[in-house]
């Protein structure tokens, strides 16, 4: 059971990336799905999740910047970040919105660098 995530990478403040996180050996459908953020020095923290009825919730730092989305049939989960600041550098992370129902294995995330 893995949580793979990728597209991360190095942006000019302003600027877009997508994430995405394929999941493999189990499905996603039956779990609402997050993405969480680990900044330096800083706890991991969840900044998005949708949930199984495609309801989405965001932190107040991101949203009106930030778009989540899941395609079941590929079981994999995207975030499209807009407007990037600075404050949005960290390792991005996505599992399950619950901690009751995280998958063990987080994978090593992918990284967002902005610059000012």
């Known amino acids: 059971v893995q949580l793979q995530a990728s597209g991360g990478g190095l942006m000019q403040a302003g600027g877009s990336l997508q994430l995405s996180c394929a999941a493999s050996?189990?499905?996603?459908?039956?779990?609402?799905m997050g993405w969480y953020r680990q900044a330096p020095g800083k706890q991991r923290e969840l900044v998005a999740y949708?949930?199984?009825?495609?309801?989405?919730h965001y932190e107040d730092s991101v949203k009106g910047r930030f778009t989540i989305s899941r395609d079941n049939a590929m079981n994999t989960v995207y975030l499209r970040m807009n407007s990037l600041k600075p404050e949005d550098t960290a390792v991005y992370f996505c599992?399950?919105?619950?901690?009751?129902?995280?998958?063990?294995?987080w994978g090593p995330g992918t990284q967002v660098t902005v610059s000012s």
């Open positions: 050996g189990r499905a996603i459908k039956p779990y609402d």
């Open positions: 599992n399950t919105r619950l901690r009751s129902t995280w998958w063990n294995y």
């Open positions: 949708i949930s199984v009825g495609y309801v989405t």
